[in-house]
Nanobody, 125 residues
Framework: QVQLVESGGGLVQAGGSLSLSCVPS??????MGWFRQAPGKERVFVGA????????YYADFVKGRCTISRDNAKNTVYLQMNSLKPEDPAVYYC????????????????????WGQGTQVTVSS
């Protein structure tokens, strides 16, 4: 059974940095994605990484302040976000895609096969 375990959420000061990690159990995937969901809103794409190539893709609202990376030795994917804004608080989810897919599909929830339980990020002013 596949499990994606996220960690690193919590309270972050506005303007500060956020660092999340996701460990998929026992295997690697074609791609890993990060999404977030604020209260009362839909879950939206934040970014993704192609596990083998390391190519990354980001939503427009995080470009320039977000970095997704992976550590093959630790089988871990990271999300680093800087300059946190009042609109950034949400539950952040890690997702995994089994097999190759069109790049555009990585921007959508349906492009992923597995999801983590989510980790809450709160931003203090």
């Amino acid at each position: 059974q596949v499990q994606l375990v996220e960690s690193g959420g919590g309270l972050v000061q506005a303007g500060g940095s956020l660092s999340l990690s996701c460990v998929p159990s026992g295997r690697t995937f074609y791609a890993m994605g990060w999404f977030r969901q604020a209260p009362g809103k839909e879950r939206v794409f934040v970014g993704a990484i192609n596990w083998s190539s390391g190519n990354t893709y980001y939503a427009d609202f995080v470009k320039g302040r977000c970095t997704i990376s992976r550590d093959n030795a630790k089988n871990t994917v990271y999300l680093q976000m800087n300059s946190l804004k009042p609109e950034d608080p949400a539950v952040y989810y890690c997702a995994a895609r089994n097999s190759a897919i069109a790049r555009g599909s990585l921007y959508t929830r349906s492009g992923y096969d597995y999801w983590g339980q989510g980790t809450q990020v709160t931003v203090s002013s």
